[in-house]
């Protein structure tokens, strides 16, 4: 079976794909499948059973990307075809069956939305692809434990929690008799400098916690999320992930909405600033709630 998947070019859109991925796999053993993504979500592929291609699809003047994807897709008999793009190529290519996505916000969770096209109820959980090496490099960055990992970062400096909050919780969880006495601290975050900017302070904070802020591999990062007692962080690609790779994981919300987006996985949480979605700042959501949901989640292990 021939299949190709046209997903995402955010990262936590792309995870939150990989759970159709997975359920494919199950379905259709030895499934043929060439996945389709933006360069920033390569890494959330790079590692799946069965892939028998990725195509990166880097965003071209006058939708250029779009025809140069046709042409390396066209030529194939597919017997499904999954576009989440929601664009016009599922029905330019000879397939046997399709699936395609629809535009803009609707109400209820991205993954019940993904789980609907195919019939799916309850929707699968997205899950994390890494190889040996990359635990093996994660096992070296971070012997023992237990570790608490933070994401201090996001894609819009609006969706970031202040710092001194991330510091007053990491440092109250982690001190004599609380959940994670004695764990150490690793942070995480994307590549370049405004990444580098949001985690700085709570760096700073934090002269002992362990710096992993752009310095690995989207397998590497999930990795280093699977052994994680207990991760921390904004409403992000780096959320998304930790969820799929099983750590008990609390995604903080105010100018996003937990009820679209909210971490999915076996032991996520999501907490919410005060005020509606999307115009809540993130200066509403005290640390004392989070400490509480992260104590609650730790204690229900």
């Keep these: 079976m021939r299949i190709l998947f046209v997903t995402s070019t955010r990262i936590g859109d792309a995870v939150l794909s990989t759970g159709l991925l997975d359920h494919l796999l199950r379905a259709h053993p030895g499934a043929r499948i060439t996945v389709a993504c933006g360069p920033a979500a390569e ?22 990307h779009w025809l140069s994807l046709w042409s390396q897709v066209a030529f194939t008999w597919w017997d499904l075809v999954i576009d989440l793009r929601a664009s016009a190529l599922a029905w330019t290519v000879p397939t046997l069956r399709r699936a395609t996505g629809k535009g803009g916000r609707r109400p209820g969770h991205r993954l019940v939305h993904l789980g609907a096209l195919l019939g799916l109820a309850p929707p699968p959980l997205p899950v994390a692809w890494t190889a040996a090496a990359d635990e093996a490099k994660a096992a070296a960055l971070m012997p023992g434990g237990p570790w608490l990992v933070l994401g201090p970062t996001a894609n819009w400096d609006r969706k970031v929690w202040p710092a001194d909050r991330f510091v007053h919780v990491a440092q109250a969880l982690t001190a004599p008799g609380a959940a994670l006495d004695g764990a150490r601290i690793a942070i995480l975050g994307g590549p370049g400098g405004p990444e580098r900017a949001m985690a700085a302070p709570v760096l700073a904070a934090l ?5 992993l802020v752009g ?4 397998p590497e990062v999930a990795s280093v999320l699977k052994r994680a007692a207990l991760f921390i962080g904004n409403d992000s690609g780096l959320m998304h992930l930790s969820a799929a790779a099983g750590a008990p994981t609390i995604g903080l919300f105010g100018r996003s909405s937990a009820a679209e987006y909210g971490p999915s996985g076996p032991h996520a949480r999501a907490v919410e600033a005060d005020g509606p979605p999307y115009e809540s700042p993130m200066t509403d959501l005290p640390a004392p709630r989070v400490l509480e949901a992260a104590t609650a989640l730790l204690s229900a292990r």
């Design 43 to 64: 890494g959330v592929f790079a590692r799946m059973p069965g892939l028998e291609r990725l195509i990166v699809l880097r965003k071209r003047r006058w939708s250029l």
């Design 207 to 211: 002269p002992g916690a362990l710096d």
């Design 215 to 218: 310095t690995l591999s989207l």
